[in-house]
C-alpha cells in the first residue's frame, strides 16, 4: 500500500522520543500549574473559516453516507487555539479564572508537506486566559514558560537550544497606520511572509493590494527592526510616528523583552519582522526557531489575543504559545540523529526452558512487573543461545534465566549472576530505553 505524504509515522524508537518529549513538556507545564484538557478534532467549518488566511488548507470532514445539504459542515482543527476559544465559552462557568491550560494533540493542515511541515502533526499548546481582563504579565509568563521546556528538551534529549523573537502588534499596527494604511492587516500577513518568500515576493503581496513603493521602501525597512533592547526604540522612532498604539506597542514589546532576557540574555531578540499573519492576535508576538535548523522555520509561536472568546456577555482574552512537536521530531528522528536506545520498553527477557514450564518464566515476569520492571517472557523455548539473539535484536539489556530464584545475564557485559527475583537490583539507567541525544552513537 503506497505511503500518503504528510503523515509522519514513527518506527517504536522514534516513538520512544515523541513520548519522552511529551512527558518532559508537560512535566514543565505542570510544574507551572497549568492543567491538561483535550478539546475534540472537528469545530464547525463557519467558526474555523473566520479567523484569518488559513482556509484553502482547512479538512472538511463529512459522513460517508450524509445527505447533501443535511448536516452541517465540519472541519479538522488546524490549531488547538480556536477549539481552545470555543472551550473556554462553552465551559466559562465550571472554569476559575485566570485559567491555566495546556494541550497536546495533532492538527491538521491540508498544506504542501516539506521539511518541518505536514498535514497531520503534534502540538503543545499553554494558555491562559482571563475573564473581562488579563494582566500583561501573564505575556511574559508564557513566554518564558515555553522557553523553559525547550531547555528541558535540550538538557536531556539533545535537542538543539532555540532563539525567541518576540514584536508587538499594537507596535506594527500603529507603525502602519500612522504611516497612512488604512488597513493593515493584508500588509501584516505579507510581512509575515518576509522569511518564506523574501522581500520581492513580499512587494508583490503589497503590490496586489495597493501600497506604493515608497511605502513599501519604509514596510521593508520596518521588517528590518532586529536588536535588543538597547536601540529598538530609536529605531522605531526613525520613521517619524507617534500615535498611541505605536506608543503602547513600544512600551510592551521592551517590558517582554526586559522579562524575558533576565532568564535567557542571548536567546531572546525583539524582531520587528514577526507579525503573526492569523487575525485574532492583539498585541505580544512572539516566534521560536531551533538553532541550527533554521531552514525548518518557525517552530514555536504565539501571542495575545482579547477578542477570539465570548459567550456573548464576557470576553475572554488570552496569551498562549504554541509548540511544533512534529515539526521538530520528525526530521530529527528521520535523519537518524534522535533516537532510543533500544526498540521494546522491557529491560528484561525471561528465558523459557521448555513449554512445560512456561509457568515459571510467567512467574518471575510477574514479581518482576510488581516491582516496576518491565520484562516479556521469551514467545518459545529454543535454544539459550537463539533466545538470548532475540533480547539482542530488540535491544533488551537483561536476560533471566530459571524460576525465581534464578539467574540472570547481562548480554552486554557477559556477566551471569545468581538472582532473587524479589530483590534484584537493575541500575535506573536499564529501566526504561534511554534517549541518545544527536551527535551520540549508541
Sequence with gaps: MASISGFPEFLPQGRFVEMRAIDIMRSVFELHGFTSIQTRSIEPLSELSRKGEITKEIYAVRRLHADAGTEETWGLHYDLTIPFARYVSEHAGHLSFPFRRYQIQPAWRGERPQEGRFREFWQADIDIVGQSELGFHHDAEVALVMMDACTQLHQQMGIPPVLMRINNRALIEGLYTGLGIDDPLPVIQAVDKLAKIGESGVRKMLDATGVDKDLQDKIVAFAGVNSTRGDVEEQV??????????????????????????????QVVVDAKIARGLDYYTGSVFEIELQGYETLGTISAGGRYDHLASDGKNAYPGVGVSFGLSRVLVPLISQGGLTASRCVPSAVLIAVDSEEERHKAEEVATVLRERGISCEVSPNSAKYGKQIHFAQRRGIPYVWFGSVQGQVKDIRSGEQI?????????????????????????
Design 418 to 442: 545468581d538472582a532473587d527475583a524479589h530483590r534484584w537490583i537493575i541500575d535506573d539507567i536499564d529501566l526504561s530505553p534511554q534517549i541518545i541525544p544527536i551527535g551520540r552513537n549508541c
Design 237 to 266: 522612532r526613525s520613521f517619524g510616528v507617534t500615535n498611541d498604539l505605536l506608543e503602547r506597542g513600544v512600551r510592551d514589546v521592551m517590558a517582554l523583552h526586559s522579562t524575558v532576557s533576565q532568564s535567557y540574555p542571548s
